[in-house]
Antibody
């Protein structure tokens, strides 16, 4: 079955970076875009960006431009989310999600989700 | 500040029908498709409706979506206690060049 398994919780100091992994299984990794969505405690959902696992090309939400980097490792079917210059406002659960549409572009329909990774930023 | 506007909460009794609204603008709902997600506390969201009114495999037909102009709605008929959850609308925004979400609606089944 299609599954996304994320790395464990992280605690970071302000100004540091965090790298969260998302390992895919049960489908053709290169065929579907992977998105990242975050959710602060008690708050709504926020789309961060997406990566095409086939080409490695990524797009980012405007507010994360310059601070967010999405990469992938096709040999392990894993996508990585690297967020730099962390502040307390970045404390949230981070989800990876696979697009529903199989193809060379994203439909931005988030079908399968990882279990979420809590990133806490505190001094 | 969220781009898509949803009521913070709504409630209804079991067996009844409830609708959740999602209001946007010409740059998002008005020109792109709308999706709906269901989320239970402490769990990842689940895709409920995509492409305005399509249900992924496994989603009961009690859930339906519609869109008109710059607004969209999620309807749940035959309400059940297990439908008690948070519901989010979402869609692409041409001005922001990204996906935008509503603030979420907490559904209480009385």
């Amino acid at each position: 079955q299609v599954q996304l398994v994320q790395s464990g919780a992280e605690v970071k100091n302000p100004g540091a970076s965090v790298k969260v992994s998302c390992k895919a299984s049960g489908y053709t990794f290169s065929g579907y875009y992977i998105h990242w969505v975050r959710q602060a405690s008690g708050q709504g959902l926020e789309w961060m960006g997406a990566i095409n696992p086939y080409s490695g090309g990524a797009s980012y939400a405007q507010r994360f431009q310059g601070r967010l980097t999405l990469t992938r490792d096709t040999s392990t079917s894993t996508v990585y989310m690297d967020l730099a210059r962390l502040t307390s406002d970045d404390t949230a659960v981070y989800y990876c999600a696979r697009d529903l549409y199989r193809g060379s572009y994203a439909a931005y329909w988030f079908e399968t989700w990882g279990q979420g990774t809590l990133v806490s930023v505190s001094s | 500040q969220t781009v898509l506007t949803q009521p913070p909460s709504t409630s209804e009794t079991p067996g009844q029908r409830v609708t959740i609204s999602c209001s946007g603008s010409s740059s998002n709902i008005g020109s792109n498709t709308v999706n709906w997600y269901q989320q239970f506390p402490g769990t990842a969201p689940k895709l409920l409706i995509y492409n305005n009114n399509q249900r992924p495999s496994g989603v009961p037909d009690r859930f339906s979506g519609s869109k008109s102009g710059t607004s969209a709605s999620l309807a749940i008929s035959g309400l059940q206690s297990e439908d008690e959850a948070d519901y989010y609308c979402a869609g692409w925004d041409d001005s922001l060049h990204g996906v935008v979400f509503g603030g979420g609606t907490k559904l209480t089944v009385l």
